[in-house]
Nanobody, 118 residues
Framework: QVQLVESGGGLVQPGGSLELTCTASGNTSRVYVWGWYRQPPGKQRELVATITDDGWTNYADSVKGRFTISIDSAKNTVCLQMNSLKLDDTAVYYC????????????WGQGTQVTISS
């Protein structure tokens, strides 16, 4: 089992910045891919960014150049630095953990609300 807890969500104006933190516990040695997903109001959950333990990253086109995903192994956390926030970034953001390629298991956090408003 892997437990994921998100923090750092809140209300911010367009153009502002926010950092989300995912704190992991449990059997984290099983995890190969860490990620952030989001679910805007009335829409399906979508990929924001992923990172492997090897340091390879992948970003949705909508956030490239604005968001940065990182791992701090010493603190056992995964962070998402969000800059130049837009109204379309409003969503519930979820932390995600997955196994190596061809694995069938994964874990989700409970989510944290990010609201961009003028």
């Amino acid at each position: 089992q892997v437990q994921l807890v998100e923090s750092g969500g809140g209300l911010v104006q367009p153009g502002g910045s926010l950092e989300l933190t995912c704190t992991a516990s449990g059997n984290t040695s099983r995890v190969y891919v860490w990620g952030w997903y989001r679910q805007p109001p009335g829409k399906q959950r979508e990929l924001v960014a992923t990172i492997t333990d090897d340091g390879w990253t992948n970003y949705a086109d909508s956030v490239k150049g604005r968001f940065t995903i990182s791992i701090d192994s010493a603190k056992n956390t995964v962070c998402l630095q969000m800059n130049s926030l837009k109204l379309d970034d409003t969503a519930v953001y979820y932390c995600y953990a997955d196994g190596p390629p061809r694995s069938t298991w994964h874990y989700w956090g409970q989510g944290t609300q990010v609201t961009i408003s003028s």
